[in-house]
């Protein structure tokens, strides 16, 4: 999350070679022949000072090549990276592996058009399907193979992370597991390890938001964290309420089946029947628009809106015609909806255009875990080692991908905060993007050029949100 234009002190590389080379020029090297002479005019400067007196230009220095052998994946001209995720048996049945790689592939031309680095061009050299139930197994393939540099990672199970991070090698992941990759200092996501059963303020918001007085609260029965989310979003509304509108839990269902084989029309009842009027699901797009239908059968859709934590894909929303206008959803990057402003969304946006990808929430966390693997490298300097690589992404305190993310601190957020400890290894900054659906369309909740609602990352104390912008 790092690039020149962002506020990020690790934003060392820019998003062309030239700022690089600019902003690697101190204000000491300014023309120094020009101040022995005496001019009144701009001729005369010109007269006086011959081009070839003007101080070189600085080295790019990722530009330079040293040669590297026997370190994985790194050749003369490439570097090479594998991805392993999955495609097939996917029961959400939503692109994951092949869009997630699609960001990659799209943040490696961005590069490669810059010269790449070191001398070597950035390489996705090997798509891996875990089939769902095989994520270890194959990342035991790829260690096995030990022909790329590092791993990327979108499983839905993501069992093998640990068994690469153990062998040294820089992993890269979709962070929706944060069990997974606690206490791994060589496994990196598009944000930090995150605590699942604290409580959050930006539940609470959202129904302030909404003017809801009566809450619900579901999560599936088969997946602890869609468990966990469920009951922290209720004692997130419970601690909250006298601050933010009186809203109340009124249902609280943690043992939702999922994929709902027999419906949801007794709990929709239930909920109506305890006046619900806003619901907080912790479950998948499909599962969101099922519920949707049920309420609209039953009569409720226009009462009652919903957040949803897994449906910010554009086209699925515009193809359920019109089911979830009003309702809320939480994006976990600067969303597609907010101004670019100095950020690298628009630099995402040009690129997936180049390879002819659409902007998708899965390939833009591809885009910012590529960028985390490409600064981690800048950081490291061009005698390349995977523990040098890993150690120097570890250095980074103020992690923004450009401005597409919230700060992130590498040096202690690979573990979670707990309840009784939001500071050791909280966030900078408890942050919350959010859109909203008007018209089948997403559109920005608050400021466009600050898209972040954030509170202090180190109390749970309530506070008023302030509207940020990290780019």
């Known amino acids: ?133 095989n994520n270890q197994a194959k990342a035991l393939e790829i260690l096995s193979a030990n022909d790329t540099f590092g791993t990327f990672d979108a499983a839905q199970l993501s069992s093998g992370i640990g068994d690469l991070a153990d062998a040294g090698v820089p992993v890269y992941y979709w962070a929706i597991e944060p069990a997974s990759a606690g206490g791994h200092p060589q496994i990196f996501g598009q944000r930090e390890v995150t605590c699942i059963t604290c409580v959050s303020r930006t539940i609470p918001y959202v129904a302030r938001l909404a003017g809801a007085k009566k809450v619900a ?3 599936y029965g088969v997946s602890e964290n869609s468990k966990q989310c469920a009951q922290s979003n209720a004692a997130s509304i419970k601690r909250y309420s006298a601050e933010t509108g009186g809203a109340e839990v009124a249902y609280l269902n943690d043992a939702i089946a999922f994929g709902m084989p027999n419906g949801v029309g007794p709990e929709v009842t239930a909920m109506a029947q305890a006046g619900v009027d806003l619901i907080l699901a912790c479950i998948d797009l499909n599962g969101m628009k099922t519920l ?45 909806e907010a101004d670019a402003g ?37 950081a490291a300097g061009p005698n390349l080692t995977r523990d040098a690589v890993v150690a120097a992404t570890n250095a980074f305190t103020d992690y923004t991908a450009h401005g597409l993310t919230p700060p992130v601190d590498w040096s202690r957020q690979h573990d979670a905060p707990t309840p009784d400890d939001p500071k050791t290894h909280g966030p900078k900054y408890s942050c919350l993007a959010l859109v909203q659906v008007v018209a089948g369309k997403f559109q920005m909740v608050g400021d466009p050029a600050k898209p972040w609602s954030c509170w202090p990352g180190d109390t749970y104390d309530w506070s008023e949100p302030v509207a940020m912008n990290f780019d």
């Open 1 to 133: 999350m790092v690039s020149a234009c962002s506020n990020s002190k690790n934003d060392t590389a820019g998003t062309t070679a030239a700022t690089a080379t600019t902003q690697a020029s101190p204000a000491t090297d300014a023309a120094t022949p020009t101040e022995a002479v005496q001019v009144t005019d701009v001729a005369s400067v010109t007269e006086a000072v011959p081009a070839t007196d003007a101080p070189p230009a600085t080295e790019d220095p990722t530009a330079k090549f040293v040669p590297i052998s026997g370190v994985p994946g790194i050749t003369d001209t490439e570097i090479s990276y594998a991805a392993l995720g999955t495609n097939s048996n996917n029961p959400l049945g939503t692109c994951v592996l092949d869009c997630y790689a699609d960001g990659i592939k799209a943040y490696f031309e961005f590069r490669n058009s810059q010269g790449g680095i070191y001398g070597r061009k950035l390489v996705l050299s090997k798509i891996v399907d875990d089939e769902l139930a």
């Open 217 to 219: 609260a579901l999560g």
């Open 292 to 336: 949707a239908q049920e309420l609209d059968r039953q009569g409720l859709r226009d009462k009652v809106k919903m957040l949803h934590a897994n449906t910010y894909d554009a086209d699925f929303v515009a193809a359920s015609n019109g089911l979830f206008d009003g309702d809320y959803v939480a994006v976990g990057f600067r969303p597609f």
């Open 342 to 378: 100095s950020s690298g969304l628009q630099d995402y946006f040009d690129w997936m255009d180049k390879i002819g990808k659409p902007r998708f929430e899965i390939s833009m966390v591809g885009w910012i875990n590529a960028d985390l693997a490409y600064q981690g490298l800048v």
